[in-house]
C-alpha cells in the first residue's frame, strides 16, 4: 500500500524557519518526481516545488523561490521542504506529492504550516 506521511508542520513566527519532512512507504521514490503542493483556506493547491528523479533538477513556484529548498534522500525513501524566512501568507496544509508518469497520483494528508504576523 502507498503512503506518503507528511511531518513537521507546525506554528512558527513570521521570519522563522521550518522543515517539512515527506516519508515514503510502498513505492520507492528513486523512480519519482516528487512535489510538494499547499492550499490555504478558500484558495486552490499550488505547487511549491519539485525535484527530479535523481535530485538534479528543481522547481519552485514564484512566492517561495529564494526561501524554500526541496531536496531528498533516496536512500532514505525521503523527501524535505526547507522553508526560511516564512510569511504569513505562506500558512497552508502542506501535502507531498509523487509523480511517476507526469501527473502526480500519490497524495500525502498533509501538515498544516501557520505563520503568524
Known amino acids: 500500500q502507498v503512503q506518503l506521511v507528511e511531518s513537521g508542520g507546525g506554528l512558527v513566527q513570521a521570519g522563522g524557519s521550518l522543515r517539512i519532512t515527506c516519508a515514503a512507504s510502498g513505492l520507492t521514490l528513486t523512480y519519482y518526481t516528487m512535489g510538494w503542493f499547499r492550499q490555504a483556506p478558500g484558495k486552490e493547491r499550488d505547487l511549491v516545488a519539485a525535484?527530479?528523479?535523481?535530485?538534479?533538477?528543481?522547481y519552485y513556484g514564484d512566492f517561495v523561490k529564494g526561501r524554500f529548498t526541496i531536496s531528498r534522500d533516496n536512500a532514505k525513501n525521503t523527501v524535505y521542504l526547507q522553508m526560511n524566512s516564512l510569511k504569513p501568507e505562506d500558512t497552508a496544509v502542506y501535502y507531498c506529492?509523487?509523480?511517476?508518469?507526469?501527473?502526480?497520483?500519490?497524495w500525502g494528508q498533509g501538515t498544516q504550516v501557520t505563520v503568524s504576523s
Open positions: 506529492a509523487a509523480n511517476g508518469d507526469g501527473k502526480y497520483d500519490y
Open positions: 525535484i527530479s528523479v535523481s535530485g538534479g533538477g528543481t
